[in-house]
């Protein structure tokens, strides 16, 4: 059981906080594991608990929790500019420098970098380019997307990339 009185941190979870992938009047019956700190490749919930966290953060900390050296490049790039798009012809010069090493060990000829936030964004983006491509080499009509059986293509199921049954089961 949870702690449900109205300051709690699993109360004020449920209250203000729409978690993905999560079933909200389950969450409400069961309430949260509070998460408080990651050290290498474990992390603590709030009572200390430690657990072996496999899924790397869901894909965004592969390099462990509370590395030293990331937080000093973290540090730095933030003391500089900690974030901007690269919408509109907008960019940070940190962007420039990364797209020209990833197209530096890129196979492919005139490769250029597109980065995105997340997988879903990437896959929709992709599926976007792909229809432009098409309609620009004279065939707009070309949209249909294949996808395995099964296949996950991110959380992002608003354009049914998401063909696993127990995604769109509830």
């Known amino acids: 059981m949870f702690d449900s009185k109205p300051n709690s941190a699993e109360a004020r979870d449920i209250a203000f906080h729409l978690h993905s ?4 009047q389950r969450h409400a019956e069961i309430g949260p594991l509070i998460m408080a700190r990651g050290e290498g490749v474990h992390v603590y919930d709030a009572s200390g608990k430690r ?8 894909w965004c900390t592969s390099l462990g ?3 030293k050296r990331l937080k000093a490049a973290a540090a730095a790039a933030y003391d500089k500019f900690g974030f901007y798009h690269s919408f509109n012809h907008k960019t940070p010069d940190n962007t420039i420098e990364l797209a020209e090493k ?15 936030t997340s997988g879903s964004e990437a896959t929709e983006t992709m599926v976007k380019l792909a229809w432009v491509y098409h309609a620009v080499h004279g065939k707009p009509g070309k949209r249909k997307i294949i996808a395995r059986d099964r296949g996950f293509h991110g959380s992002d199921d608003r354009c049914g990339f998401d063909v696993r049954p127990a995604a769109h089961a509830s």
């Open 102 to 116: 990833l197209v530096d060990i890129s196979p492919i000829p005139d490769a250029q970098a597109y980065f995105a």
């Open 51 to 58: 657990y072996l966290e496999a899924m790397a953060g869901l």
């Open 21 to 24: 992938q999560t079933n909200p």
């Open 65 to 67: 929790f509370s590395e």
